[in-house]
Nanobody, 124 residues
Framework: QVQLVESGGGLVQAGGSLRLSCAASGRTFSRSAMAWFRQVLGKEREFVAATSWSGISTYYVESVKGRFTISRDNAKSTVYLQMNSLKPEDTAVYYC?????????????????WGQGTQVTVSS
């Protein structure tokens, strides 16, 4: 079993930055693809960013390219999402996810374990 704990969410003004962290425990983190998804109340969960087990391959939804960066520290079993130039439309609950495979995808069904989510609110 894998446990994922997100942190770093909060309230920020438009144009500001936040860094989300996701600490993993319970299995070999370094062999897992990791991803961030987000969900607005009443809407479906949306892919945001993903990284392969090595961190070399990364993927982003078009709306965050150039503003968000996903990274990982396998020694700390932690994945990060650096969010810059935040916009009100980035407001959502952000979820960390881990896969039982090394290669990342943008599909929710790839990921087997999920965190509890952290709220990000961007005010205009």
């Amino acid at each position: 079993q894998v446990q994922l704990v997100e942190s770093g969410g909060g309230l920020v003004q438009a144009g500001g930055s936040l860094r989300l962290s996701c600490a993993a425990s319970g299995r070999t983190f370094s062999r897992s693809a990791m991803a961030w998804f987000r969900q607005v109340l009443g809407k479906e969960r949306e892919f945001v960013a993903a990284t392969s087990w090595s961190g070399i391959s990364t993927y982003y939804v078009e709306s965050v390219k150039g503003r968000f960066t996903i990274s990982r520290d396998n020694a700390k079993s932690t994945v990060y999402l650096q969010m810059n130039s935040l916009k009100p439309e980035d407001t959502a609950v952000y979820y960390c996810a881990a896969a039982n495979q090394r290669m990342a995808t943008t599909y929710e069904t790839t990921y087997d374990y999920w965190g509890q989510g952290t709220q990000v609110t961007v005010s205009s």
